[in-house]
């Protein structure tokens, strides 16, 4: 799925992937404290529901054999923008330990592009407030900040 096929590429993950999907997840300092690494259970019956469903698409950067890089892709209908397809973005991650490698860049402007190509109109993405490397980076690949992000968390009383 990419240009250069020596180079890192993206494919679409598999649940052999799963645990290193979720090392990535937890791969900083707000990912650790919200995955589990140890019991993956839950993110394997997860990963079968999203690879089920043809509006999902779970990728992984694959660097000869090394996943080193994630995300989700997730087309949603609407009625609002003349009915349009939007994209969403969900979960990039690329191994701290690779970050700095353009490796981010290429996931997104393959995201870009596979969204373009299923008929999507817009893709957006959220990126936590306190991530201000994160919002520089989709802020130079075209990203523009149009809109407050909310979130109720439901996990909480």
Do not use: C, N
């Not at 995955?35 to 993110?43: I, K, P, R, S, V």
């Not at 969403?88 to 290429?106: K, N, P, T």
Request: aromatic fraction near 4%; glycine fraction near 8%.
């Amino acid at each position: 799925m990419t240009e250069d096929p020596a180079g890192p590429r993206v494919r679409r993950a598999t649940r052999q992937d799963v645990p290193a999907i979720v090392a990535l997840l937890a791969d900083d300092p707000l990912g650790a404290a919200r995955e589990d690494t140890g019991d993956l259970t839950a993110y394997l019956d997860a990963f079968e529901r999203v690879d089920a469903d043809p509006a999902h698409e779970l990728v992984v950067l694959d660097d000869r054999g090394e996943v080193v890089g994630t995300l989700q892709l997730t087309l949603l209908p609407g009625l609002s923008r003349r009915a349009a397809l939007r994209a969403q973005v969900e979960a990039v991650r690329v191994a701290s330990s690779r970050r700095g490698q353009a490796l981010g860049e290429l996931l997104l402007r393959w995201a870009v592009e596979r969204a373009r190509e299923r008929g999507a109109v817009l893709v957006q993405l959220t990126t936590d407030a306190s991530r201000d490397d994160a919002h520089r980076f989709y802020e130079r690949l075209g990203f523009a900040a149009t809109h407050v992000g909310m979130k109720l968390d439901l996990m909480r009383d």
